[in-house]
């Protein structure tokens, strides 16, 4: 994506590489509970380094979320 080094992280955050793009709106890429979750405008989907650690897949579920499923509908 960029070197901080060589370009302001600004040019890097708005540039044009597909998972940055992503990452900016990942509200809308999360799947699972969180997709569908009441306070996902809050949390913003939590950690995706860890849904790619224990899913394989980095839009996936937030593992680490308590919120039960009552909660999360609610």
Do not use: Q
Request: a negative charge; one cysteine or more.
């Amino acid at each position: 994506p960029g070197n901080i080094r060589e370009r302001p992280f600004s040019d890097i955050w708005t540039g044009d590489d597909p998972l940055l793009a992503a990452l900016r709106e990942k509200e809308k890429m999360v799947k699972g509970r969180c997709h569908t979750c009441h306070y996902l405008d809050i949390c913003k989907g939590g950690s995706r380094v860890r849904a790619e650690a224990v899913f394989g897949d980095v839009w996936a579920e937030e593992p680490a979320c308590y919120l039960t499923e009552d909660e999360i509908h609610s």
